[in-house]
Nanobody
Framework: QVQLVESGGGLVQAGGSLRLSCAASGRTFSSYQMGWFRQPPGKEREFVAAISWSGGSTYYADSVKGRFTISRDNAKNTVYLQMNNLKPEDTAVYYC????????????WGQGTQVTVSS
């Protein structure tokens, strides 16, 4: 079992930055691939970024490449999403999620944190 709690969301002007954090419970955090997803208002949830269990591999949606950076600190059981040059279209509820490396789907999800980017 892994429990995930996101924090760091808020209201920011376009061009600004935010850093989201996701704290995980459990002793096996380092075994999990971690991901960030988002759900814009009135739209379906979409992939944002992911990071391998070791942090050696990262993956990004085209819409955030060059602006967002995912990282993790396994000693602190925490994954981060640094978001720079935010745009109004980044407005969404952001979720972190965890899955074992060979699972096809993410098994555990946080409750989400709201990010609002004003123009």
């Amino acid at each position: 079992q892994v429990q995930l709690v996101e924090s760091g969301g808020g209201l920011v002007q376009a061009g600004g930055s935010l850093r989201l954090s996701c704290a995980a419970s459990g002793r096996t955090f380092s075994s999990y691939q971690m991901g960030w997803f988002r759900q814009p208002p009135g739209k379906e949830r979409e992939f944002v970024a992911a990071i391998s269990w070791s942090g050696g591999s990262t993956y990004y949606a085209d819409s955030v490449k060059g602006r967002f950076t995912i990282s993790r600190d396994n000693a602190k059981n925490t994954v981060y999403l640094q978001m720079n040059n935010l745009k109004p279209e980044d407005t969404a509820v952001y979720y972190c999620a965890a899955k074992l490396p060979f699972d096809s789907d993410y098994d555990y999800w946080g409750q989400g944190t709201q990010v609002t980017v004003s123009s």
